[in-house]
C-alpha cells in the first residue's frame, strides 16, 4: 500500500516538474511581505530549504536574518557565503545570542571555506527592535530555530517587540510527536527541539500578546523524497547548487539519528507566508510548561496553529518556486 501512495505522490508531482518554469502563484500586486527570518541554518538542513523558497519568491522582503543559537558568528559566515554566491549579498544579517549547543554544526565547513567577515556584525537583537520600530505593524518574523533572540527582544523592549505584524513559527508538538514516517502510528505531544532548547524564550513569545501563527510538529514533518531531491540538485542554478553542497555536508556529518531523507520542518512556515492554504490553521490557546512541552489549554487563543498541511499543495509551491 504505502508503495502504491508513493507512486501516485510521484505522478502527482510530474506537472510541477514539467511546468517549474511558471510560477505557482503569480505575485500579487499587494505590497511584499516584509520578513525578518530568525534562523539557525547550518545544524539541519531544513533551514537552507526555507531560505532558498523565500529568495525565490517576490512576494517576499527579506528586511534580514538574524543568526540563532549555538555558534551564531559562524552561522553569520554560512549565510554570507551563500548570499553572495547566489546574488543576494544586499540583505543585512546580523549575529544573535551564542549559547551552547549539543546538535552538530554540520555544514560548518561551508561556513568556514567563506571569507572571513570584514566588520564586526550587527547585534541582531537591536536589528530586530530597529525594523520593527521602524515599519510597525509591517514586520513578520519567521522563526525557524530555539526563541532564544525573540526572548532577548521582548526582555529589552517588549513595547517595540509588540508592535510586530506577526511571529511566524516552527516549533511544538500539539496533538502529534515526532516519528520517522507518516505509515507508523502518530505518537503522542513530544517535547519539540526549537522550544525545548529556551523554554524561557517560548514562554516569553506565547506570553507576549503578539499574533502567532505556529507550524509544531503535527504538520511540518514533510520528507523530501528522492524524486524532489534528484530534480533540485540537478537544476543547476547557483541557488540549487548551493544547497545541494549543504545537504551533502549535512548527511557527511556524524548524525546517526537521521537519514539522508530530510523533513521540511522550517519550510512549512515558509510556504505558509506565500500561501496559507497550504497549511491551514486552528486558534488555540497553547501553554508552553517548563519541562518544554506546548501544551492545548481551555481560554483565550494565544496563536493560529498549523495541526495538518496539505501536502499536495505545499509540495507544488515548493518544487515549482525551487525549479523556476
Known amino acids: 500500500m504505502s508503495s502504491c501512495l508513493s507512486l501516485l505522490r510521484r505522478a502527482a508531482l510530474l506537472p510541477f516538474l514539467l511546468c517549474a518554469a511558471l510560477p505557482a502563484h503569480a505575485a500579487s500586486a499587494a505590497p511584499a511581505h ?12 531544513d533551514d537552507a530549504f526555507a531560505l532558498a523558497l523565500l529568495l ?7 528586511v ?16 554570507e557565503r551563500l548570499l553572495r554566491e547566489t546574488g543576494h549579498a ?5 549575529q544573535g545570542i551564542t549559547t551552547s549547543n549539543p546538535t552538530p554544526f554540520t ?48 526582555a529589552r523592549d517588549p513595547a517595540a517587540f509588540g508592535k510586530v505584524k506577526q511571529v511566524v513559527m516552527m516549533g511544538g508538538s500539539v496533538r502529534a510527536g515526532y516519528r520517522k514516517s507518516q505509515y507508523v502510528p502518530v505518537r503522542p505531544a513530544d517535547r519539540e527541539y526549537n522550544i525545548a532548547s529556551d523554554v524561557k524564550g517560548a514562554q516569553s513569545l506565547f506570553g507576549s500578546g503578539v499574533p502567532i501563527v505556529m507550524m509544531p510538529l503535527d504538520s511540518t514533518q514533510i520528507r523530501l523524497d528522492e524524486v524532489e531531491r534528484n530534480a533540485i540538485f ?23 539519528w537521521s537519514s539522508n531523507m530530510p523533513s521540511l520542518f522550517d519550510v512549512v512556515p515558509a510556504t505558509w507566508l506565500l500561501d496559507p492554504a497550504s497549511c491551514p490553521t486552528t486558534p488555540l490557546r497553547v501553554q508552553v510548561t517548563d519541562d518544554g512541552l506546548t501544551r492545548e489549554v481551555a481560554g483565550q487563543p494565544n ?5 495538518a498541511a496539505d501536502q499536495p499543495r505545499f509540495f507544488q509551491l515548493f518544487m515549482q518556486r525551487l525549479l523556476k
Not at 516584509?34 to 538542513?45: A, S
Not at 525565490?56 to 527579506?62: F, L, R, T, V
Not at 544586499?90 to 546580523?94: F, K, N, S, Y
Not at 515599519?135 to 530555530?145: D, E, H, M, S, Y
Open 34 to 45: 516584509k520578513v525578518i527570518v530568525d534562523m539557525d541554518i547550518g545544524d539541519d538542513i
Open 56 to 62: 525565490q519568491s517576490p512576494e517576499i522582503e527579506i
Open 64 to 79: 534580514g536574518i538574524t543568526t540563532d543559537w549555538g555558534d551564531t558568528a559562524l552561522r553569520v559566515r554560512l549565510l
Open 90 to 94: 544586499g540583505i543585512p544579517v546580523a
Open 107 to 154: 555544514q560548518a565547513r561551508y561556513a568556514q571555506r567563506g571569507l572571513p567577515p570584514s566588520r564586526p556584525p550587527q547585534d541582531a537583537i537591536d536589528f530586530m527592535l530597529r525594523e520593527i520600530k521602524r515599519q510597525p505593524g509591517q514586520v513578520t518574523i519567521l522563526a525557524l530555530g530555539p526563541l532564544t533572540n525573540i526572548g532577548a527582544a521582548i
Open 234 to 256: 540537478g537544476h543547476g542554478s547557483p541557488l540549487t547548487d548551493a544547497v545541494a553542497l549543504l545537504y551533502h555536508q549535512w548527511i557527511d556529518a556524524y548524525q546517526p
Open 303 to 307: 496563536a493560529q496553529v498549523c495541526l
